[in-house]
C-alpha cells in the first residue's frame, strides 16, 4: 500500500477551509443580489467545488468539498442530516461532472485550458443546481421559495465557476499548480 503524504491532509484541510471562508466572503460581498441563503445570482465558491477535485484528485477533493460544507454548515446550526446531503450534493456535482466531460470528449479534463475548464463549469452549474433542489425537497422543502429559483442557482453557479475558471488558469503556471498536480498523478 502507498504511504500517504502529511501534505496532502494539510492540502484537504486547507481546500475544505477556504471553500467554507469564500462561502462567507462571497455572501457578504454578494449580500444585495442575493436570492436566498442558499441561492446566490453570483457564487464564486462554485469553481472551488472543481478545483478540489482537480488539484487534489476525486478522493481528497471530495473531502476538501466536504469539510467545507461541513464548517458551513456547523456555523448555521444544521441538523446532522441536512449537513450530510448538502455535503454529498456538494460532492457529486464536480465529480459526475467531470465523468460526463470525459463522455462527451473522451478524454480527462485538460486543467490549462480555459476552454475544458468553462465547458466543465457549465456541465457543473446545471447538476449542481438539480442535484442540491433534490436534497433540499428530502430534508428543506422550506428552501423552495419560487419557481425561478433554480435557474437562478444555475447562473450564479455558472458566473462563480467561469470565474474560477479564468483565474485559475491565470494563476495555474505561476503558482505551481500544474506541477503539483502532475507529481500527484504519478504518485
Not at 466536504?66 to 457529486?92: K, R, W
Amino acid at each position: 500500500m502507498p504511504r500517504v503524504k502529511y501534505e496532502i491532509f494539510l492540502l484537504t484541510l486547507l481546500g475544505g477551509v477556504l471553500y467554507g471562508f469564500s462561502h462567507y466572503l462571497n455572501n457578504w460581498i454578494f449580500k444585495l443580489v442575493e436570492f436566498s441563503g442558499h441561492v446566490n445570482w453570483i457564487y464564486l465558491p462554485a469553481f472551488l467545488r472543481l478545483a478540489n477535485v482537480l488539484i487534489l484528485g476525486p478522493v481528497f477533493g471530495s473531502m476538501a468539498t466536504a469539510i467545507g460544507v461541513s464548517i458551513i454548515c456547523l456555523v448555521q446550526g444544521d441538523p446532522l442530516v441536512v449537513t450530510a446531503l448538502n455535503s454529498l450534493a456538494s460532492v457529486l456535482g464536480p465529480l459526475i461532472s467531470f465523468q460526463i466531460f470525459k463522455i462527451f470528449t473522451g478524454r480527462e479534463v485538460y486543467i490549462s485550458h480555459l476552454r475544458d475548464l468553462l465547458v466543465l463549469a457549465a456541465i457543473y452549474s446545471v447538476l449542481n443546481a438539480l442535484i442540491h433542489h433534490i436534497a433540499w425537497a428530502l430534508v428543506e422543502p422550506d428552501q423552495f421559495l419560487s419557481v425561478s429559483q433554480l435557474p437562478i442557482m444555475i447562473i450564479g453557479d455558472l458566473v462563480g465557476a467561469c470565474l474560477g475558471a479564468l483565474l485559475f488558469v491565470a494563476l495555474a503556471n505561476r503558482l505551481g499548480i500544474l506541477d503539483f498536480v502532475k507529481k500527484r498523478v504519478v504518485e
